[in-house]
């Protein structure tokens, strides 16, 4: 593509000079069906060293008491044997895993808001959610999965019940030997009760940097500066480092204002900002001493037929931001 898609990200290719390995993942999307190694290499080419593996839970509504997982009626990727092939398959590549299982509410809504009407429905839904966990915990230590993140965006679950958390750390802990980390949501990251019981402090890091339609890289920086007082705030209290569990940009109009968005609305393609939105982040963070690196959001197996310069969704697959981060993956390990 044009040069003005590659020139800021060189700047930070000459800073990571001499720093320490990052990781520098994708989120691998389950797949509806078995993949095989064909599927990993795309993963392999674009440089990174480390992926999320997401299996799922299903629960019904927020106020439902059961998660529902490791059924035959879900994607093969979103199960336990489905997410042990898919370890294997990028391990063979050289490619380590953070195991991530985590829940879907039905029609979408948010995880976070997930509450129970009573104390005897928050014991059953603790119940179900520790099985769901108990469960990949033993996978990740069958399949000596480095990194096992124990929840994802459940800040509500998380603040109203820490005794079970703090249990729920300690079962883990006694099957599995790896380092655990948590995803929390972009607002409310440093409101867990329990960070200094893991080994990473994980941020789903969708903060808003920007009112631009096209920021550019400078905007989108200044726009990080409060967000990362913030994070350097709580990582110097806790002293653990700061993991991006997920990260990641749309490609259309606004993509810094609400990063979270994941609305289905299509148009407004805008790989520019896309571009621009990497690269200010991997300027303020992958330098940093006390970032451990991130897992970028998010990564199909079906590469050829995923993305491109028409796609205004978060994958950077077949869209110009696949060079940038290629590139970037390559000079930060």
């Known amino acids: 593509m044009k040069t003005f898609f590659l020139l800021p990200i060189v700047l930070v290719f000459s800073s990571c000079s001499g720093q320490g390995p990052k990781i ?79 829940i879907w509410v039905w029609r979408g809504e948010f995880t976070g808001n997930i509450c129970m009407n009573s104390d005897e429905d928050w014991k059953r839904f603790e119940k179900s959610y520790e099985e769901f966990i108990l469960l990949y915990a033993a996978l990740a230590e069958e399949m000596k999965a480095p990194i096992l993140c124990i929840g994802t965006e459940l800040h509500t679950f998380v603040q109203q019940r820490p005794e079970f958390w703090n249990q729920l750390i300690h079962k883990i802990r006694a099957m599995y030997k790896g380092k655990l980390t948590y995803a929390e949501n972009w607002d409310q990251f440093d409101k867990a009760p329990f960070w200094n019981r893991l080994d990473y402090i994980g941020i789903d890091a969708y903060f808003p940097v920007s009112q631009s339609q096209t920021p550019n890289v400078e905007e989108l920086k200044a726009g990080w500066q409060k967000h990362k007082d ?57 330098n940093e001493p006390w970032f451990a690196g991130g897992f970028l959001w998010k990564w199909y197996h079906n590469h050829e037929e995923v993305g491109g310069e028409s796609n205004n969704r978060f994958t950077i697959q077949n869209k110009p931001s696949e060079k940038i981060v290629k590139e970037f993956y390559s000079t930060s390990k």
Request: net charge positive.
């Open 230 to 286: 913030d994070i350097v705030t709580l990582q110097a209290k806790i002293k653990q480092p700061v993991l991006f569990t997920e990260y990641g940009y749309r490609s259309v109009h606004y993509t810094g204002k609400e990063p979270w968005d994941s609305g289905r609305s299509n148009g407004n393609v805008n790989l520019k900002a896309q571009n621009n939105a990497l690269t200010a982040l991997y300027h303020e963070f992958w």
């Open 24 to 102: 520098n993942g994708v989120s691998f999307v389950g797949s509806p069906r078995e993949i095989n190694a064909s599927n990993i290499e795309p993963v392999v080419k674009v440089n990174a060293n480390w992926a999320a593996v997401m299996p799922f839970g299903f629960v019904k509504n927020l106020e439902t008491p059961n998660v529902i997982f490791n059924t035959e009626r879900q994607w093969w990727g979103e199960r336990r044997d489905g997410a042990k092939k898919t370890i294997e398959l990028l391990n063979k590549r050289g490619i380590k895993v953070m195991l991530k299982p985590q």
